[in-house]
């Protein structure tokens, strides 16, 4: 009775040890993922504050060439005071505002990215 006793204390010991060798390889495990993760939000981030400027600054003109049409100006793209006719004006507002959105849409993709990589990176 003594010996099956002991038997099964050993036996919940080795399970026991088994199961906490099994523990820190799946910490490790994660611990490696979270790296690989952290390394790739860091890659987003990057991407992300390289593109805002340029969106910014498109929205900017966008705005900028959007008032020039409001107003009738149509000689701005005029060097020596010709006239640029409206549709010519109206087109690159058009081909500005494509890359405003390729851009945008470029920059929420990275967001969702990072924050899909955010939500995978807790653990718990």
Known sequence: ?????LRGEVIR???SAADAE???AIIEELRAITDRQRVRIADLERELARVSPQ???LEARLESLRETVER?????GAAAGGNVDTASIW??????????????????????RLR???DGNRVG
């Open 72 to 76: 009738g100006n149509t000689a701005t």
């Open 22 to 24: 099994e523990s820190r």
């Open 91 to 112: 087109a690159e507002i058009q081909r500005q505002q494509e890359q405003v959105r390729a851009r945008i849409t470029a920059a929420m993709r990275f967001e969702e």
């Open 55 to 57: 969106v910014a600054a």
């Open 116 to 118: 899909r990589l955010e």
């Open 13 to 15: 010991k080795v399970r």
């Open 1 to 5: 009775m003594a010996l099956n006793r």
